[in-house]
């Protein structure tokens, strides 16, 4: 055997006993990391909401940690509001711009005077009747409250929500807690746990599985510093619900254009898939949208399912008549859209009276709208 064969040989046998393995095992690594299935390269854990867990949850929110939550809105990324390093972690997780300020929350009516202050008896009145549930108020803030959560304005948006869950969490922490909803900045907020996942498993330190939201959309955000209170987001509790209590208010429109939008989260792009929206009168179009090529999808009410025979992607928001859930679905299906790869969805325009309005906001603004 010559010198020649002898190396090739010699080479041959050393991949087989090392080169194979070692690759296998580095491919290993990656597809562990790339996929997610495994927790042990991933700084996030999975609680649920044993009396345990909801402690263990607390005490990480406590050490400056960030815990997403479910709430009967959307799932929240919360932190603790007096804490400026924590509150950083959720911008940092979401990829949020930092002018966008966040809602904290509490657990008890009374909680609201540790980081407002000026409280006024409408405020009062509105807290009493829809607290805890989706209404946010904006109110002039204590100074304890850091400015990374208010964005530095001189107001603080305070919420105390309605879920077992996050009630005994916020109890539990003793701390307010600033959360914006749980969702990659941008995307539809997260109104089931595989949401939530999806968007911040291995960015944040715990994520509680609470199952589905039951409201769907986010709380209703009202300015209660102003003369006539204005509604800044329509939410969870309709202008018609706030006006029997506190008597008529404003509601913004439009987006503002310049630097200072009443609220600061209303000038970035929002809930959006990764298809293109077009909303349209959906019965007048059903003929050419069946005979449209490619990847298209249909959102949908139940009774007009049998316009739509045919076409592939078509989810329904439920029925016509039942505003509570369009809401309650809405996000859901803008995700699952994007699961199923389509380039251009279609959708129904949606009425603008009671829950509608929340609605009709959110979908009109993922098609880019105003
Ligand atoms: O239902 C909800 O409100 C959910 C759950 C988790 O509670 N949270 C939520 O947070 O939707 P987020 O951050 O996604 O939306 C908060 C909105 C933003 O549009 C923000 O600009 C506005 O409230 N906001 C917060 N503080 C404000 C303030 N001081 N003045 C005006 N707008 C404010
Ligand atoms: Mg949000």
Same mark, same amino acid.
């Given at each position: 055997m010559g010198a020649m064969e002898t190396n090739v040989m010699f080479f041959g046998l050393f991949f087989i006993v090392y080169g194979i393995p070692i690759s296998l095992i580095v491919l290993l690594i990656v597809w562990l990391v790339k996929s997610n299935k495994s927790n042990l390269y991933s700084k996030t854990q999975i609680l649920y909401s044993s009396n345990f867990d909801i402690k263990n949850a607390a005490k990480i929110l406590r050490n400056s940690g960030t815990v997403a939550f479910p709430t009967e809105t959307v799932y929240g990324l919360g932190a603790n509001a007096l804490d400026e390093a924590a509150v950083a972690k959720i911008f940092a997780a979401k990829g949020r711009p930092s002018d966008n300020p966040l809602i904290v929350h509490i657990a008890e009516r009374d909680d609201v005077y540790k980081v407002a202050r000026e409280v006024s008896e409408a405020a009062k009145l509105l807290m009493d009747q829809f607290w805890g549930g989706p209404l946010t108020l904006i109110l002039k803030r204590q100074a304890c409250v850091p400015d990374i959560v208010t964005a530095g304005l001189d107001t603080v948006a305070v919420r105390m929500p309605a879920n077992e869950i996050a009630l005994e969490l916020i109890r539990a922490a003793g701390v307010p807690i600033a959360a914006p909803s749980a969702n990659v900045s941008g995307k539809p907020s997260p109104t089931a746990f595989e949401h939530v996942k999806h968007d911040l498993f291995g960015k944040v330190d715990v994520i509680i599985d !609470? !199952?589905?939201?039951?409201?769907g959309l986010e709380s209703t955000v009202i300015d209660m510093t102003r003369e006539v209170p204005i509604i800044l987001r329509p939410g969870g509790v309709s202008r018609e619900e706030i006006e029997a209590v506190i008597g008529q208010v404003d509601v913004v429109t439009k987006i503002e254009s310049n630097d200072k939008p009443a609220s600061p989260g209303m000038k970035y792009k929002h809930y959006a898939p990764n298809a293109k929206i077009i909303i349209c009168d959906i019965l007048e179009n059903a003929e050419n949208i069946r005979n449209q090529g490619g990847k298209v999808g249909v959102l949908i009410f139940d009774e007009y399912l049998d316009e739509f025979v045919g076409v592939k992607y078509v989810l329904s928001l439920g029925s016509v008549n039942d505003a509570e859930s369009a809401a309650r679905n809405l996000f859901g299906k803008l995700r699952k859209f994007d699961t199923l790869e389509v380039d251009l969805i279609y959708a129904p325009k949606i009425p603008e009276n009671g829950m509608w309005a929340a609605v009709r906001n959110r979908l009109y603004k993922a098609a880019g709208e105003n």
């Open positions: !609470g !199952g589905s939201c039951d409201v």
